[in-house]
T-cell receptor
Framework: DAKTTQPTSMDCAEGRAANLPCNHSTISGNEYVYWYRQIHSQGPQYIIH???NNETNEMASLIITEDRKSSTLILPHATLRDTAVYYCIVRGRGGADGLTFGKGTHLIIQP | KAGVTQTPRYLIKTRGQQVTLSCSPISGHRSVSWYQQTPGQGLQFLFE???????NKGNFPGRFSGRQFSNSRSEMNVSTLELGDSALYLCASSPGRTGNTIYFGEGSWLTVV
């Protein structure tokens, strides 16, 4: 799987949009970008994924650049419960592929 | 729809013992994968099963093994436990087809003393 680069930590004020960047410059054409988050001591929670178009669901939006070398996860109105480690993962199409987790971004929502 | 269920949630074992962890995937999911999470190494992929066959394996010693049953439920086993095996063990499931999303359980906390 391609490697991803994320900032180690970020702060965001409660109620504001949290924008989490991810670089995946070696992504190949059939690899998806997945985002998960992990709240302390819990299992990772799936957030969203995309191939090349922007995606939105009830939790977040995913913006992927046209060259697909980077993406941004947007939490539109961050709450204290969004404090977590966010992982950006690039995954191939194979159903057997394990997920390769990096260190992620520790997002801290400030009251 | 129930999520991925793992048992037990917490357990303590002694060095040299073995342990078996259990996972029930989301109904209809045929792929089950296992991960280990430690403070030092982060989240690492152990292995993946589909239709009772191991399809993929991470870089772990042979002491770590698993199996999947015909109802898609899975177990993983760690033999001859070492202190360094203390970790959160996570099970995840997906339908198993190309590109399907993987969903995680809450994990089993293993402490080896």
């Amino acid at each position: 799987d391609a490697k991803t680069t994320q900032p180690t930590s970020m702060d965001c004020a409660e109620g504001r949009a949290a924008n989490l960047p991810c670089n995946h410059s070696t992504i190949s054409g059939n690899e998806y970008v997945y985002w998960y988050r992990q709240i302390h001591s819990q299992g990772p929670q799936y957030i969203i994924h995309g191939l090349k178009n922007n995606e939105t669901n009830e939790m977040a939006s995913l913006i992927i650049t046209e060259d697909r070398k980077s993406s941004t996860l947007i939490l539109p109105h961050a709450t204290l419960r969004d404090t977590a480690v966010y992982y950006c993962i690039v995954r191939g199409r194979g159903g057997a592929d394990g997920l390769t987790f990096g260190k992620g971004t520790h997002l801290i929502i400030q009251p | 729809k129930a999520g991925v269920t793992q048992t037990p949630r917490y357990l303590i074992k002694t060095r040299g013992q073995q342990v078996t962890l259990s996972c029930s995937p989301i109904s209809g999911h045929r792929s089950v994968s296992w991960y280990q999470q430690t403070p030092g190494q982060g989240l690492q992929f152990l292995f993946e099963y589909f239709s009772e066959t191991q399809r993929n394996k991470g870089n772990f010693p042979g002491r770590f093994s698993g199996r999947q049953f015909s109802n898609s439920r899975s177990e993983m086993n760690v033999s001859t436990l070492e202190l360094g095996d203390s970790a959160l063990y996570l099970c995840a499931s997906s339908p198993g087809r190309t590109g399907n999303t993987i969903y995680f359980g809450e994990g089993s906390w293993l402490t080896v003393v």
